[in-house]
């Protein structure tokens, strides 16, 4: 949610892409991106981060390697190895450490600006499921869009898919299971509703309320079915494979 924009450095880039954020945007980042992301609304900006961390330093986490800060790779290294690696004035090797006090999440000091977005930055880089043409639609139903290599190439790249679905009030996404031995990892959007998840074994290992804000995995050919409350629910996913 929120509007913003995003500075992207893909690996073997020689220039930086900064792309517009709007609500509703999907960005498929490969390993070994440099980004920044920056609120630069009066609201709120929401930035949900889904992915595969099973060969991350630590199993189930998201290893970020932070560039600037406290903690930060360049302020582990001596000024002397810095100026040498990117031929600063110790001086400027300084500032490049030091200046920036936080950590992850920092304020902009007064006077202080980023470069401006580009929509021509953003093409191919950024997909908007809430504008982007239905793959499914059911009067009275619901709607689905679903993020594939053919409307975001990086998708494949990455080796993940998504689709973003919508389910009017009271109606049922009927039960599925990815056929290609797939996890799916599902963040609840909006509204509420029920949710059940039968193993390959006719098993019901889950039996549940979500809500706005609930994130749940379903396993390698377990079969998930959701049935939306009375305000109707909406929820994005990502699978392990494209």
């Known amino acids: 949610t929120g509007k913003g924009r995003a500075g992207i450095v893909m690996p073997e880039a020689t220039k930086e892409k900064v792309v517009p954020l709007r609500k509703g945007d999907a960005l498929a980042l490969p390993f070994g991106v440099v980004t920044w992301w920056f609120n630069d609304g009066d609201g709120e900006l929401v930035v949900l981060f889904l992915g595969d961390t099973s060969k991350a330093h630590r199993s189930g986490e998201f290893t970020n390697f932070l560039l600037t800060g406290v903690g930060s790779l360049f302020h582990g ?7 040498r690696a990117w031929d600063l004035k110790e001086e400027e090797v300084e500032k490049l450490v030091k200046a920036q006090k936080g950590q992850g999440i920092v304020k902009l000091r007064e006077g202080q600006s980023l470069p401006a977005a580009s929509e021509e930055d953003a093409k191919g880089m950024v997909f908007n499921c809430e504008s982007a043409p239905l793959d499914v639609d059911v ?13 975001l ?10 689709d973003l679905v919508r389910i009017d009030s009271a109606s049922m996404c009927s039960p599925g299971f990815s056929s290609d031995s797939a996890f799916q990892v599902t963040y609840v959007i909006r509204g509420s509703g029920r949710v059940q998840v039968v193993g390959i074994d006719g ?9 706005a804000g609930c994130l749940f995995i379903v396993p390698r050919f377990f079969v998930v079915s959701k049935i939306a409350d009375g305000d109707g629910m909406e929820w994005f996913s990502i699978i392990t494979t494209p």
């Open 139 to 151: 009067k009275g139903g619901g709607r689905v869009v679903v993020l594939t290599d053919k409307n």
């Open 77 to 83: 290294f001596s000024t002397e190895f810095v100026s």
């Open 203 to 211: 098993r019901r290992v889950l039996e549940t309320r979500v809500k």
């Open 153 to 162: 190439p990086l998708v494949g790249e990455v080796g993940l898919g998504a």
